[in-house]
């Protein structure tokens, strides 16, 4: 009878695909495996544009500073938004909606830099 380590201790890091498998982790902190399943038609232009437009907003989240990806943590703790500064920051940068950065500015009073319009 083979020993099989679960995936619990396996893939305590890892998440994505893994050889023949996808593994992520949910919400309760339960490892997901399930067969792998990569696409069977190339992306389509808008999907292109899209993904582009995501990376650029990353890497602009990459360069702040710690001092200012501080205070996008700190916005979205003091405001208890579901999302950590990362993800309010490419939130802003993907869908421009500075009025929300606003509100958020003048209920919590972190002042933070409009992230680039992409």
């Known amino acids: 009878m083979a020993w099989e380590i679960p995936w619990s201790v396996i893939a305590a890091t890892v998440s994505g695909d893994f050889?023949?498998?996808?593994v992520y982790t949910?919400?309760?902190?339960?490892?997901v495996v399930f067969p792998r399943s990569p696409p069977d038609k190339p992306p389509s232009t808008l999907q292109t544009v899209q993904r582009s437009r995501f990376r650029?907003?990353?890497?602009?989240?990459?360069?702040?500073?710690?001092?200012?990806?501080?205070?996008?943590?700190?916005?979205?703790?003091?405001?208890?938004?579901?999302?950590?500064?990362?993800?309010?920051?490419?939130?802003?940068?993907?869908?421009?909606?500075?009025?929300?950065?606003e509100t958020l500015r003048?209920?919590?009073?972190?002042?933070?830099?409009?992230p680039p319009t992409l």
């Open 19 to 22: 050889g023949p498998v996808t």
């Open 56 to 101: 650029s907003a990353v890497a602009a989240y990459m360069a702040l500073t710690a001092a200012d990806k501080y205070d996008w943590e700190q916005i979205t703790l003091k405001s208890s938004c579901c999302l950590t500064g990362q993800n309010l920051f490419i939130k802003i940068a993907l869908t421009r909606q500075y009025q929300a950065l």
């Open 106 to 114: 003048r209920q919590t009073g972190i002042q933070v830099s409009n």
């Open 26 to 31: 949910d919400r309760n902190q339960q490892k």
